[in-house]
């Protein structure tokens, strides 16, 4: 990256932060089914292609090469940058605009667990028990909270961000730079 030009990188981090925060406000707006539903997981894709976009655009900017560290470096930063932007919008959309909403979700993420549990064949103790600790746990704000949650996208984020670091890339080899012309 040459100095005081942004990067490829960050634009995209940010423009797919701000799609993300634009979707979630979205989702809010239609209720607990809507936010929850599986057009939230848009948001993801709209990630993924951006991050796509911006490893593209570096390669393209280097003649059609880009090695897998620079490669795994650029789609790791849009990931950070945007899961970071969306987890902060979450965050403060859940604890202080709308807490109310939060428990309604909390509800529901408890429904959607029993469900899967009675489709796997637990039986009702199982489910029961599960009901039982989910009361038990805290569930006020916190932000040790948030940012657990936050590290735990970035792990799974860096894994797809290997796996496509290393679709992107293309090395350059020792006789591509001293060929016949």
Not at 15 to 27: E, N, P, Q, Y
Not at 118 to 128: F, Y
Not at 168 to 179: G, M, P, S
Request: charged share 20%; with cysteine; hydrophobic share 55%.
């Amino acid at each position: 990256m040459k100095s005081g030009k942004i990067s490829v990188a960050v634009i995209c981090g940010l423009i797919a932060g701000l799609l993300m925060v634009l979707l979630a406000a979205i989702l809010y707006h239609g209720g607990v089914e809507t936010y929850m539903g599986n057009i939230a997981y848009l948001a993801y894709v709209i990630l993924i292609v951006l991050a796509v976009i911006a490893a593209v655009k570096e390669k393209k900017a280097n003649n059609g090469y880009l090695e897998f560290r620079h490669a795994l470096k650029t789609i790791f930063l849009v990931f950070v940058i945007a899961l970071a932007l969306y987890s902060f919008f979450t965050y403060i959309l859940l604890n202080y605009v709308d807490p109310a909403f939060r428990k309604q979700v909390d509800k529901a993420v408890i429904e959607n667990w029993e469900r899967i549990l009675k489709r796997w064949g637990a039986s009702q103790e199982k489910i029961d028990e599960m009901r039982e600790q989910a009361k038990h746990q805290n569930t006020e704000p916190s932000i040790f909270g948030a940012l657990l949650g936050l590290a735990m996208y970035y792990v799974l984020f860096f894994v797809i961000a290997l796996l496509i670091a290393a679709i992107v890339k293309k090395k350059k080899t020792e006789f591509q730079d001293t060929a016949f012309k």
